[in-house]
């Protein structure tokens, strides 16, 4: 396992550092790290760091979520309220609706098997998306008008609807029936996301300023263990009830930094946001270098040119959904043109859901995981390219007073 994670980090770091140097985002260089050491390629990961890869990748993404919510303001995020809400379901619903009107010609499969391979490739990928928008927030870029907290909040709650959906086709496709009461989770478990996320970052923020006033300081390192702690109780609190009720393990995880934030002082959240920084900068290699792992490259070869037409016309019929969100706000053409192009990055939703069809024995298996390989392989490098190198061009940079 040493070995591997040693490799992980090297060449992670190493293609990083390479692609950064070509003025591209270093995402491709962590994915092509991952893919290249991965069991379809050289082989040369421990089946011990593979077996629990899902996981690793999840504690990555807490980090960045956690560091999300200190850098979210609620104020801001108030602003965007209609649009964050539609944008967390409709770019997905169109999309998915591209598929099923499309793939059947270009794929050659039925309708139910359009909406299962739409349901895995239509949620966005908030490893990619959140990382840049939290890096805007921090430059104020796009802050003026909340754009950064509106993609954020959307792409947080896309995957939920996204795996809702991918349940219910599925089920189908095996000869099943949609379960209404699949639906009515999706906005439970949004609610019980946000309340309980709430209730622990008050009780937190509670427990620091008590300790703090009985002259009983807790150093930032502890607080991070504390709050990465609780964050990983948030996700198994979700994995535990499933089935009983819905809770969104993402974004009790982002509510709980949240009033976290807003409870303490503003020193105290800068301080524990540059810990969770620091953090991200190994956890972003984890994340990305998996999910490369986790890519089947042979699958590309086979899906051909047909999937590719698939995944980019499945892209502009999710551009329709971004520019319908966007209805009747202040955004300008430029500042809609980049909701669009932040909305395009796939990864980690595809690659852990990707193969489930074929293990689940559907006859579209192959060319679903097919499909999901080539939109990780397209997608995230094209969006993640797309906000590097448009966001100073598309976005205002709101001026700081100082006082």
């Known amino acids: 396992m040493?070995?591997?994670?040693?490799?992980?980090?090297?060449?992670?770091?190493?293609?990083?550092?390479?692609?950064?140097?070509?003025?591209?985002?270093?995402?491709?260089?962590?994915?092509?790290?991952?893919?290249?050491?991965?069991?379809?390629?050289?082989?040369?990961?421990?089946?011990?760091?593979?077996?629990?890869?899902?996981d690793l990748r999840q504690i990555a993404l807490i980090i960045?979520?956690?560091?999300?919510?200190?850098?979210?303001?609620?104020s801001d995020l108030k602003k965007v309220g209609r649009p964050a809400i539609l944008m967390s379901f409709v770019p997905a619903t169109f999309e998915i609706i591209g598929y099923v009107l499309l793939a059947p010609t270009l794929l050659g499969i039925s309708k139910i098997e359009a909406a299962v391979m739409g349901s895995v490739l239509a949620a966005v990928s908030p490893a990619v998306v959140i990382p840049r928008m939290v890096q805007l927030m921090e430059t104020n870029y796009g802050t003026e008008k909340s754009i950064p907290q509106l993609?954020?909040?959307?792409?947080?709650?896309?995957?939920?609807?996204?795996?809702v959906l991918f349940s219910t086709f599925s089920s189908m496709a095996q000869g099943g029936s949609a379960n209404i009461i699949d639906f009515v989770n999706i906005p439970v478990s949004i609610l019980l996301g946000i309340v309980i996320g709430a209730i622990i970052g008050y009780l937190l923020a509670l427990f620091f300023e008590t300790c703090h006033?009985?002259?009983?300081?807790?150093?930032?390192?502890?607080?991070?263990?504390?709050?990465?702690?609780?964050?990983?109780?948030?996700?198994?609190?979700?994995?535990?009830?499933?089935?009983?009720?819905?809770?969104?393990?993402?974004?009790?995880?982002?509510?709980?930094?949240?009033?976290v934030k807003l409870k303490s002082p503003i020193d105290v959240t800068n301080r524990l946001s540059l810990k969770f920084g620091k953090l991200w900068i190994v956890a972003e290699i984890l994340l990305f270098v998996l999910v490369g792992a986790a890519v089947d490259i042979r699958y590309t070869m086979q899906a051909g040119i047909a999937a590719v037409a698939m995944i980019l016309l499945a892209l502009v019929f999710r551009a329709v959904g971004v520019c319908l969100c966007m209805t009747k706000t202040?955004?300008?053409?430029?500042?809609?043109?980049?909701?669009?192009?932040?909305?395009?990055?796939?990864?980690?939703?595809?690659?852990?859901?990707?193969?489930?069809?074929?293990?689940?024995?559907?006859?579209?298996?192959?060319?679903?995981?097919?499909?999901?390989?080539l939109a990780i392989l397209i997608t995230?490098?094209?969006?993640?390219?797309?906000?590097?190198?448009?966001?100073?061009?598309?976005?205002?940079?709101?001026?700081?007073?100082?006082?």
């Open 151 to 163: 993609i954020m909040a959307g792409a947080s709650c896309d995957d939920i609807f996204v795996i």
């Open 330 to 373: 202040s955004l300008n053409f430029k500042e809609r043109l980049f909701c669009v192009i932040a909305y395009l990055p796939k990864a980690t939703v595809q690659a852990a859901i990707g193969s489930v069809p074929l293990s689940m024995g559907l006859a579209c298996g192959q060319i679903v995981l097919s499909v999901a390989v």
């Open 213 to 259: 006033r009985q002259g009983h300081s807790i150093r930032s390192s502890l607080k991070v263990l504390i709050l990465l702690s609780l964050a990983f109780l948030c996700m198994a609190l979700e994995n535990h009830l499933k089935g009983i009720v819905a809770i969104s393990g993402l974004l009790s995880v982002v509510s709980m930094a949240c009033v």
């Open 64 to 74: 960045i979520l956690i560091k999300a919510g200190l850098s979210l303001n609620l």
């Open 380 to 403: 995230a490098p094209l969006g993640a390219i797309g906000i590097d190198r448009t966001y100073k061009k598309l976005l205002v940079r709101e001026k700081q007073v100082h006082f």
């Open 2 to 54: 040493l070995t591997s994670l040693a490799l992980i980090f090297l060449t992670g770091l190493l293609l990083a550092s390479l692609f950064e140097k070509l003025k591209l985002p270093r995402i491709i260089g962590m994915l092509l790290a991952g893919i290249l050491l991965g069991p379809y390629v050289l082989n040369l990961l421990d089946d011990s760091v593979l077996s629990i890869s899902s």
